[in-house]
Nanobody
Framework: VQLEESGGGLVQSGGSLKLSCVASESTLSINAMGWFRRAPGKQRELVAS???????TYSASVEGRFTISRDDAKNTLYLQMDSLKPEDTAIYYCSVAITDYVSFGPWGQGTQVTVSS
């Protein structure tokens, strides 16, 4: 499966962005879909994930500000990001877990999110 992210950009602190990730194949059978990010000088981290059953998980740093959702009819994963902070600045990637619920891969090319203070 190939993944393509979009929706990144430059936004002021406190603003919002909505990221999208379109898959090249049906997402109906995909166990979990997730958003990750890599900030400059840091390792990639899981931001949020959603299972085929709709169960969501969030990192503590984004809980209450970000909302992940998936539309299997459109083969698309979303990340609504509100109350953005400068520390949210990163390249955001989407990925899928097909064989289980935790082994993510492949990866999209990523979309840059920059939050100015």
């Amino acid at each position: 499966v190939q993944l393509e992210e979009s929706g990144g950009g430059l936004v002021q602190s406190g603003g919002s962005l909505k990221l999208s990730c379109v898959a090249s194949e049906s997402t109906l059978s995909i166990n979990a879909m997730g958003w990750f990010r890599r900030a400059p000088g840091k390792q990639r981290e899981l931001v949020a994930s959603v299972t085929s059953g709709g169960r969501t998980t969030y990192s503590a740093s984004v809980e209450g500000r970000f909302t992940i959702s998936r539309d299997d009819a459109k083969n698309t994963l979303y990340l609504q990001m509100d109350s953005l902070k400068p520390e949210d600045t990163a390249i955001y990637y989407c990925s899928v877990a097909i064989t289980d619920y935790v082994s993510f891969g492949p990866w999209g090319q990523g979309t840059q999110v920059t939050v100015s203070s």
